[in-house]
């Protein structure tokens, strides 16, 4: 990438921050007809379950399921956050790289900052990792490459930039939670040019061993991810019995519905540098079900 496009895109960040405090609007109610998540992401949309469900219950469920998504978005840039910090250690402090990377890093703090707060706005308590989610996050962060860790944490970005463009264009989303998914995206939209130059150096270098194990940590990642949304104490919260049966049926629903929703960005991502092969390609329509 050439200097004087990392310059730019360091004067853009210097001189046009998006500020969480003043661009979204936190002093806003919602309004009656005001949703907190798009039906065709719930959990238990298109199941007989479902139809059971009363106004409010279905309301409940998109706010439980929400701050679930906004709390692997804080993970997601955490581990992200966590391969930038290694990858400066190998750059001078003067590099034009070194120096976006530092306000990258900012504004990726101040996003964690900004999920935090709109779970807190919302009312909602999420659902901590399991042990196997807080595994994989530590062995990851602890003993992966860097370019591993930059691929898992790539994936995770790639699934919330598809939860936050389904939900900021849906109109009757919550105007709160639009203008955070906005924010995001304008300034992840800075972050991309500068993480697709570093996805064609790791990827030009690779050959077909490491290319597979590319594929195979980002489809882990976000098998990891995905699990994190369906959770059988939300179906406690909004007042359903025999949640075990409930989360069984979600759990197969929502494996259908995170395929056709939002699997098609990380399916071109992978294809772009040929991740998708005899060994990986049965692991991806295994776990994920993906269409490939």
Known sequence: MQDKTIERL???????PLMPETYVPWQTERQADEVYLPEKLLSLEGTPIFDTLTPAQKLELGRHEIVQVMFSYSWGEALFCVFMSKYLLTLKPTDAEHRFLLRELIEEYRHQEMF?????HLGGEPLKQSRAHRFVGTFTTKYLPADYL???SLSVELITDMYGN???RYPATYLVLRKIFDLHNIEE?????????LLKRYTEKAGYIKRSLYSFVILLNIYFVRTMYV???IYERIGLSNTDDV???????YRQKFA??????????????NGFNRVTRWAWRWLLGAEI
């Open 231 to 233: 959770k059988r104490e």
């Open 166 to 168: 389904h939900a900021r």
């Open 247 to 253: 989360y069984k049926v979600a759990f197969k629903n």
């Open 116 to 120: 935090a707060q709109a779970i807190t």
């Open 10 to 16: 360091i004067r853009i960040s210097k001189e046009h």
């Open 150 to 152: 930059f691929m898992g």
């Open 189 to 197: 939209g800075r972050h991309i040019v500068f993480t697709k130059w």
């Open 260 to 273: 056709e929703n939002c699997m098609k960005d990380i399916i071109e991502f992978v294809s772009e540098w």
